[in-house]
């Protein structure tokens, strides 16, 4: 082996598979950490026992209202479609405090300057909770069924939060 070659295999090879391998890992943090900065990634709402029979559960730390309908559930967003104030849950659904809109139960507006009902949000179930996608806004629920065991959870607190 002359002396070129012991260098080619003793340096310059760990040396191009060490660089290799250091800009991957950098690949792979910053690709992971774009992920962590989208508005289109999927957050945890809830675990499935939390959720109250056929009502709401108003979680205003995450800006949304999970509607639960007998063995289904959608998730509602609780900006206001007017300039986005965070509404209150009520008896009667939804009230905006910055202006006075009024909102039913399933988010479609009553009275006040909001030009729209409320915006649902993707929803899923993933090893016994809730998931939603914050950055998607739907105009119609997207009702998911919950898990046969989920629908016999005790009726609970409705409402999380401020009114």
Not at 17 to 26: D, K
Not at 77 to 89: D, I, M, Q, R
Not at 127 to 140: F, I, K, N, P, Y
């Amino acid at each position: 082996m002359t002396r070129r070659q012991w260098l080619f295999k003793v340096v310059v090879r760990p040396g191009v598979a060490a660089t290799g391998a250091l800009l991957g890992a950098i690949l792979l943090d910053v690709w992971l950490a774009a992920g962590r900065f989208t508005s289109l990634h999927w957050t945890e709402a809830t675990s499935l026992d939390t959720l109250p029979e056929d009502a709401v559960l108003s979680l205003p730390a995450k800006r949304l209202a999970l509607v639960r309908d007998r063995d289904r559930v959608a998730a509602l967003s609780l900006e206001c479609t007017h300039l986005g104030c965070l509404v209150n849950t009520v008896e009667e659904g939804f009230f905006c405090p910055c202006h006075g809109s009024e909102f039913g139960p399933r988010g479609e507006v009553h009275s006040g300057p909001a030009p729209r009902d409320l915006d649902w949000l993707p929803l899923r179930v993933h090893r016994e909770r809730l998931w939603v996608q914050a950055g998607t806004r739907l105009a119609e629920p997207a009702w998911v069924s919950l898990p046969a065991n989920a629908a016999d959870a005790p009726q609970g607190n409705t409402q999380e939060g401020t009114r």
